[in-house]
């Protein structure tokens, strides 16, 4: 096996610069063999960070720099070709007008490998993303799932030491994504260099990454294992990420936590001084009368929306504080849900979790 | 209410239908005209004349001529054209398309002041005894000043299309930009170059004024054929016909297998 690149090497970057309205200083770690998860929600300078590592888009601070390589630095700038780097967006954008392999070889035939054998990587890298049979195959005679997984070959054919996956399954179906993110699981083990994969969603990140990083508004929020967030997020994003609710809010020795912006919660889990607060929309109760007993948190509040998913449903709350809760549907026809209704909601204060922020 | 309702489609109807038929007519009547009035028991022996042979020769070389510089020249312009963000290429596209609404005769008044003896070229180049004015070079000019503007709009216009993130993904594969340009831009814009090609080339075919008034009207050199029939019209009015069914022919002959294969 020809391998195009020195050595085996971990990611160490700070992307710094600005794009439209929005001033990005993104710093971002990783081992080789490890999957880095961006995270954030549109317009958070995702893609731009992405296009920044390529070298697409010049840096305007910061440094990008892959093992004992210097690829980039204000003033010296390697191209996107000088890099060994690995680009997959979402719509796969393969070569219209070439066959499945001849996409795959086109990396490492404008790589100066000679033909026959960019041809035999091509055609490896496709079996191992278990394509053997459509090498032939043009891109619109692929599915959108084949399609990502022929972008994929093409992506990692000329060995990169750094792979870029920006929302790699965004375009597919639900049953595709999920096959594709299985098949895209795999072949990421057997991947020995860095990639840092752009996503929105949450079960791409939980179940490719080993970590985390949340971007919002250009700025890194949170970094972590995703063991790490899902026990405790530390932005509004990242607890809609978990589906948590989460609050910035204030705590005292007593188990009294005064939100941030209307509302206190009780808790026997107190945490003193600035505080995240985490309630599981699960641990919430819908009443159509103001409840008694032990439930220690009650607000009278209104349904904002109601969604569907599976046997639950999922209530948005608004009042004193904003809250969702998770109910079964049996609660949905009983209660008679609906927007625009005044409900009591109440958690026990076993449910309501804190820690310092 | 019924009643009125069709009375209204009927009216829209009408407000649309007859300035779009009195269109149709105004395309297609001369057409017909053209088509009725040949005589067309006269119209090989009228075509198999030397000097018709001579002016189609001509008007063939001299428009392949003029694809072929849309196509060296052009290409590379409409792509630089479809890249650049610069403020100043709105301007110079502008510019560029000036030929296009130019009347030819004035496109040949400026092309004899850039080319002709007291040119701002012509001058220099007329020291080194080379004359371009009322030579086969020069309807070569003045087809390619006329019919390169729409060469490059047609071209750049498909290139601007290419989505520009293919370029990058190309880029991060190790294509520089000429191999990004030769193994994926140019194979994917092949329709609009095609496209544009033919727009150019019907242009050049066509071209009287700016032809007549840089290259003059000399039979062999600078006579293309429809300089031929504006000759003949004079002369024999029947000749005339016979070469414009001719040139009807080869525009609509090529256009068609065009079309089939490239245009849609």
């Known amino acids: 096996m020809t391998s195009t690149r020195s050595t085996l090497t971990g990611l160490d970057a700070r992307v710094r610069l600005r794009r439209g309205a929005i001033d990005i200083d993104v710093s971002l770690r990783a081992g080789a063999g490890e999957v880095v998860a961006v995270l954030g929600p549109n317009g958070s300078g995702k ?38 780097v690995g680009l997959m967006l979402a719509d796969s954008l393969l070569f219209p007008h070439l066959r499945a392999v001849d996409n795959v070889a086109y990396g490492p035939r404008s790589r100066g490998l000679p033909k026959g054998e960019s041809r035999t990587r091509a055609l490896d890298e496709l079996d191992r ?19 990502a997984r022929v972008a994929l070959a093409r992506a990692l054919a000329t060995r990169p030491s750094l792979l870029l996956l920006d929302e790699p399954l965004a375009a597919l179906d639900p049953d595709t994504r999920a096959r594709t993110r299985s098949d895209l699981a795999a072949r990421l083990t057997a991947y020995d260099g860095v990639t840092v994969l752009v996503t929105h969603d949450p079960l791409d990140a939980l179940t490719l990454a080993d970590r985390l990083v949340f971007v919002e508004d250009g700025r890194v929020t949170q970094t972590g294992t995703p063991a790490d967030v899902l026990r405790e997020p530390r932005s509004a994003y990242a607890g809609t990420v978990v589906g948590l609710n989460l609050y910035a809010a204030h705590g005292d020795s007593h188990g009294h936590v005064a939100i941030e912006g209307g509302g206190v919660l009780v808790t ?37 929306d109601v969604t569907l998913q599976g046997q639950s449903a999922r209530v948005g709350l608004a009042g004193e504080l904003t809250l969702t809760a998770e109910v079964t549907l049996e609660s949905v026809s009983a209660l008679a849900l609906h927007v625009g209704q005044a409900v009591w909601a109440s958690v026990k204060a076993t449910e309501v979790r804190t820690y310092p922020r | 209410m019924v009643g009125g309702g069709t009375g209204r489609r009927v009216g829209g109807r009408l407000v649309l239908g007859v300035p779009a038929l009195l269109a149709v007519l105004l395309l297609v009547l001369p057409l017909l005209a053209l088509l009725l009035r040949t005589d067309w028991s006269r119209l090989l022996a009228d075509l198999a004349t030397p000097t018709v042979w001579t002016a189609l020769r001509l008007s063939l070389t001299t428009t392949s001529c003029t694809a072929a510089l849309c196509l060296l020249l052009g290409t590379p312009l409409a792509w630089l054209l479809a890249r650049s963000d610069h403020p100043g290429t709105r301007w110079l596209r502008a510019l560029l398309t000036v030929p296009l609404v130019l009347p030819p ?33 020069a309807v070569v000019l003045a087809e390619t000043f006329v019919s390169l503007p729409f060469y490059v709009l047609a071209v750049e216009g498909a290139m601007r299309g290419l989505d520009p993130r293919l370029e990058a993904v190309a880029r991060t594969l190790g294509a520089s930009e000429l191999r990004y340009l030769r193994t994926v831009g140019l194979p994917l814009v092949l329709p609009g170059i095609a496209s544009g090609l ?42 005339a016909t ?17 079309r089939g294969r490239w245009l849609r």
Request: no cysteine.
């Open chain 1, 47 to 84: 893609t731009t960070t992405v296009l920044a590592l390529a070298g697409v888009l010049p840096l305007e601070g910061g440094h990008v720099r892959v093992g004992d390589e210097l690829w980039e630095e204000v003033g010296r700038r390697r191209t996107p070709q000088e890099r060994h």
């Open chain 1, 129 to 147: 993303v278990g394509l053997s049979a459509l090498v032939h195959a043009r891109p619109r005679e692929l599915s959108s799932g084949q399609a």
């Open chain 1, 268 to 304: 026997t889990d107190p945490t003193e001084g600035r505080v995240w607060a985490t309630v599981p929309p699960g641990a919430v109760s819908l009443h159509r009368h103001e409840p008694e007993g032990s439930a220690r948190n009650a607000w009278p509040l209104r349904i904002t």
């Open chain 2, 105 to 137: 005769v004035v496109g040949g008044v400026a092309l004899l002041l850039t080319w002709g003896r007291n040119g701002i070229l012509g001058g220099a180049l007329s020291a080194f005894g080379i004359q371009i004015p009322f030579t086969t070079v």
């Open chain 2, 198 to 239: 033919a727009l150019a080339w019907a242009r050049a075919l066509g071209e009287f004024g700016a032809t007549i008034t840089f290259a003059g009207n000399f039979p062999g050199r600078t006579q293309t054929l429809p300089l031929l029939v504006y000759v003949e019209l004079e002369r024999d009015p029947q000749v």
């Open chain 2, 242 to 258: 016979s070469i414009s069914i001719l040139l009807l022919a080869i525009s609509v002959v090529v256009l068609g297998a065009l």
